[in-house]
């Protein structure tokens, strides 16, 4: 059992999850009941020929499979006042539950094919709706807490109050033919989807009402909704199911779950019909409840006894094992239903086995009580046992439920290892999203196919839903694929999973490698500022100075979200400008466009913008951020490649001849990364500073400890320009902004009255950790705030690193590098 305590913020209270959970019950009964329609009573009811209901069934699900990840898309960038799900949610239940309603109210009397075609549309109709509900539901889920173990919680009672409606949907099968209930099926369908729908209608918007998910407005990884960015991911999409296709362990997965899951749904409506056509001669009224019995004991079975023995199997013998045996059982199951179905077998056991005195016992308790469930209306409660007990159908479930059980209890944990395969094989980014889809995608066009081809196979065996009296030769074919199908497909997966060679030992050795992995190597500038950190840090007993710094220690998240947002919105001196954008790096030419695009997120907190570059496409940033009033420091980069210096300093002086430039910047941290010396250095800031005019300051940025260690380049500057990062020093997060300031007064002392300005300060919220110093969002949160407050309380002219996240600097400075930015990646802020 876990030691840690889930805090009292992320708990989820009993009510939002009691809502959650009535969602979850929704998103089951409405496919359930849907299932029990399209493969039975479009058939007995209407009459429907058992190929076109199979087409009824399978064809829309095709298009649900691919509307999915549509609504995914959708509901993750949506930003309303409700939040991103629940107006999603509280409409697609009220839409799926009408159109559930309208979609059966069909009339017996009318042709076929004016049934099939109003299903048809209706039905696809309806799964917008419910792909409305279904999906940002799933998503809600995931963010009404932060806390792993508190999800765990939700999503156990959520599971348990799905599991409810499997329970109840069997019961259709006796409800509806009851002739003391409605006249005849095609009355019980259009009246028991009132019910359902309007049950659907009103559990299915208690999400929306009482679930609280992330507040929209604090997202900041929200997509532009457009065509373009749809076609976007979707080209995304498509090199991901290449790559993932490689990947055999996964697609040994999704083989298995294929064969099990579509092979048990090929055959799901049948026991209904041996039950009913077979053991009773095609009479729903003397079949009663005991097909009801059949499928609601397999659900109990399946969640209460099957999953927790499968749980602990895959503990105590591997996940694998575990797979093999629960479908090894299953297999045995199905074979039993030869026998548990046999109508002289049941026989026997009635009269033979158990004697007169079981039967009749049960006999008198039934004849007790079935007066007094028709009095109340509940005829469909009733039990007759006349005619004996079926005991011998209920054999078979304890086996077979393992293949069901066993199937969505394994694969879910053994995608995740096949995810770690594929980041140990191909790199990042992970693509368990990728995986997913592609999983679920699989599952439910493997449905559609089961639901037509198990209307084909009614055909072949002869079923003729027009009569109640079936051959005897349409029955035994029939029980023979009610057995042959299932058994069949579990034994193939078996087959496929043998050779699935993802087992603990392997799984371990992957994280043990992918740990090793994540660590990247710190470039230059962190070993540098290392060094000097392990000389000065410990000897200078800094500590936090409540004139500048907070007392965070009894302050939420929210709060200090809030301190963030208000000193960001009193505006910054300055900002180092980020302008990569995802997939680029120092190699690429960067757009017009895209600078724009970002200048424009930025103007308003700012005064003065950095830029590091003259080439490339960066000399559009002092152009662009003129035109929206801001000040420059306009940087050339210059480094050890003397032909790139020319080309950067060329450009610098022309940018400041044409007014561009209030500080020219000549190099930054060239000297820290040991890649010039100082003279060549100072022969770079003269000739700068002869060529632009005087009114232009001019400065060098580097670590503010290479200015105590080489004086000599003071006198050349305008400004002493530092890059002060107590992160990369390894120091607490509770002392870095009194360590920021301790770095300037060091300089300042040393400037001989000359300004000093911080060119280069901040904090990442995300990778792996200095010494003492921790990446997290909370961290760069209070490091802005603390610095923020001293820069404006003294005066200090300070640019903030930085202002977008960018993907190239993993590659520099480890996976921390990516993510020192106010903005992420997707230019929307991360706080």
Request: aromatic letters at 12%; one cysteine or more.
């Amino acid at each position: 059992m876990s030691e840690i305590k889930t805090p009292e913020e992320d708990k989820v209270p009993v009510g939002q999850k009691a809502a959650f959970g009535a969602g979850h019950f929704v998103l089951n009964l409405l496919p359930g009941v849907l299932g029990v329609y399209l493969q039975v009573f479009i058939l007995t009811a209407f009459g429907m020929d058992p190929v076109w209901a199979g087409l009824l069934g399978g064809l829309p699900r095709i298009f649900d499979a691919l509307s999915d990840p549509i609504m995914g898309f959708i509901s993750d960038n949506t930003k309303s006042r409700y939040g991103r799900r629940r107006p999603y949610i509280f409409s697609g239940a009220i839409i799926s539950g009408l159109l559930f309603i309208l979609m059966w109210q069909l009339n017996e009397n009318a042709s076929m094919t004016y049934n099939f075609w109003y299903v048809m549309i209706l039905q696809i109709l309806f799964l917008v709706g419910n792909t409305m509900f279904a999906t940002p539901l799933v998503g809600l889920g995931y963010e009404m807490s932060p806390d792993y173990n508190e999800r765990t919680r939700l999503m156990s009672l959520a599971n348990s109050m799905g599991q409810i409606a499997w329970i109840i949907v069997p019961w259709l099968y006796v409800i509806i033919p009851d002739p003391d209930t409605f006249d005849n099926p095609a009355e019980g369908v259009r009246t028991m989807a009132y019910i359902v729908g309007g049950i659907c209608i009103v559990f299915g918007v208690l999400p929306a009402l009482f679930c609280k998910g992330i507040d929209a407005g604090e997202m900041e990884d929200r997509e532009r909704i457009s065509l373009k960015t749809l076609g976007s991911n979707m080209r995304e999409l498509y090199k991901g199911i290449v790559q993932v296709s490689k990947n055999k362990p996964f697609m040994k997965l999704c083989g298995a779950t294929f064969l099990v899951f579509n092979g048990f749904q090929l055959v799901a409506a049948f026991s209904v019909f041996i039950i009913v056509f077979y053991m009773y001669q095609g009479s729903w009224e003397v079949a009663g409840t005991w097909p009801a019995w059949f499928n609601s004991l397999n659900a109990v079975i399946t969640a209460l006894i099957v999953i927790p023995i499968v749980s602990k199997m895959a503990t105590k013998i591997g996940k694998r094992n575990a797979f093999l045996i629960s479908t090894f059982l299953s297999i045995i199951g199905y074979i039993l239903k030869w026998w548990g179905f046999d109508v002289e077998l049941n026989e026997q056991f009635n009269q033979t086995l158990l004697g007169e005195s079981l039967t009749g016992g049960l006999g008198t308790v039934f004849n007790f009580l079935n007066p007094h469930l028709k009095s109340i209306g509940a005829t469909w409660f009733t039990i007759d046992v006349s005619n004996g007990v079926p005991w011998l159908i209920f054999l078979p479930i304890p086996f077979f439920a393992f293949g069901m059980g066993g199937l969505f209890t394994l694969m879910m944990s053994m995608t995740a290892d096949v995810c770690d395969l594929d980041e140990l094989e191909n790199g990042l980014p992970r693509k368990e999203g990728t995986f997913g889809a592609i999983y679920w995608w699989m599952v439910k066009v493997g449905q559609a196919l089961a639901i037509i081809l198990s209307g084909v196979i009614l055909k072949i065996v002869g079923f003729d839903q027009n009569i109640t009296d079936q051959t005897v030769e349409t029955m035994t074919n029939l029980r023979i694929a009610d057995i042959v199908v299932p058994a069949g497909t579990a034994a193939a997966a078996f087959l496929v999973m043998w050779g699935y060679n993802l087992d603990e030992k392997r799984v371990n050795k992957i994280g043990e490698e992918l740990k090793r992995r994540r660590v990247k190597p710190k470039n230059i500038t962190s070993s540098a500022y290392l060094k000097r950190s392990h000389l000065l840090l410990p000897e200078l007993n800094i500590t936090p100075d409540r004139q500048y710094d907070l007392d965070f220690s009894n302050k939420s998240n929210k709060e200090i979200k809030a301190l963030f947002s208000t000193k960001l919105h009193e505006g910054l001196h300055g900002i180092c400008f980020s302008p990569y954008t995802k997939g680029q790096d120092l190699s690429d030419t960067l757009s017009e466009s895209q600078i724009v695009r970002r200048m424009k997120i930025i103007q308003p907190y700012t005064q003065w913008v950095r830029s590091f570059s003259c080439t490339n496409g960066n000399e559009y940033i002092p152009k662009i951020a003129k035109d929206k009033g801001l000040k420059t420091a306009v940087g050339a980069w210059i480094s050890n490649d003397l032909s790139k210096n020319q080309k950067e300093i060329e450009n610098l002086i022309s940018l400041a001849n044409d007014g561009l430039v209030d500080i020219a910047v000549i190099g930054n941290e060239v000297l820290l990364r040991e890649e010039l010396s100082v003279d060549e250095v100072l022969e770079y800031i003269s000739r700068v500073r002869q060529a632009i005019p005087k009114e232009i300051l001019v400065t060098y940025v580097d670590s503010y400890y290479i200015f105590d260690i080489h004086p000599e380049l003071i006198p050349a500057l305008d400004m002493i320009s530092i890059n002060c990062y107590p992160f990369w020093e390894g120091a607490d997060i509770n002392i870095s902004p009194a360590y920021t300031r301790y770095m300037y007064q060091l300089i300042k002392e040393k400037s001989g009255g000359k300004p000093v300005i911080i060119s280069e300060t901040g904090w990442p919220s995300d990778g792996e950790s200095t010494e003492q110093a921790e990446p997290s969002q909370t961290n760069a949160m209070k490091y802005f705030i603390d610095i923020q407050n001293w820069a404006d309380q003294e005066d200090i002219p300070l640019f903030y690193f930085s202002s977008f996240d960018e993907s190239w600097k993993i590659h520099h400075e480890g996976d921390v590098g990516q993510s020192w930015g106010l903005w992420n990646e997707k230019e929307k802020l991360k706080y």
